[in-house]
């Protein structure tokens, strides 16, 4: 076995070194991508907690009823808290309250919801 010359033995390493600095390039890139992905995920998991509850706008004055969402629902933004429908119910018993006309929260509450004459949903 013949021993390399120098010059020789210098560009194996140089060209083992490229590799590494390839390989590495590659791990950093799936790790970014990864990571993209988990934030991805944490937000749909988040969307779909608010989706999946209800909140309740307090009346703007005292005679007004109090209005329910849904969880998304744009016309309640900033809601005090996302409540699961059982909650919600055990919540507002005996309060006037009215569904939001634009995110229609009715058929996430049926099952749950026992209407109230001044609620104005068709028993
Ligand atoms: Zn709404």
Known sequence: MTESSLPERIEKHRTVAAWLEYQLGQERATIQRLEGEAVEQERRRKVAWKQSRFTVQEPP???????????????????????????????????????????????GLRGTWIPTPDFGEDA
């Not at 933004?77 to 939001?100: F, H, I, Q």
């Open 61 to 107: 004055h005292e005679a007004a009823p109090y209005v329910i969402h849904r969880g998304g629902c744009t016309k309640n933004p900033n809601p005090l808290d996302y409540y699961e429908a059982p909650d919600l119910v055990m919540m507002m018993r005996g309060r006037n309250a009215s569904p939001c006309p634009i995110c229609n929260p009715m058929p």
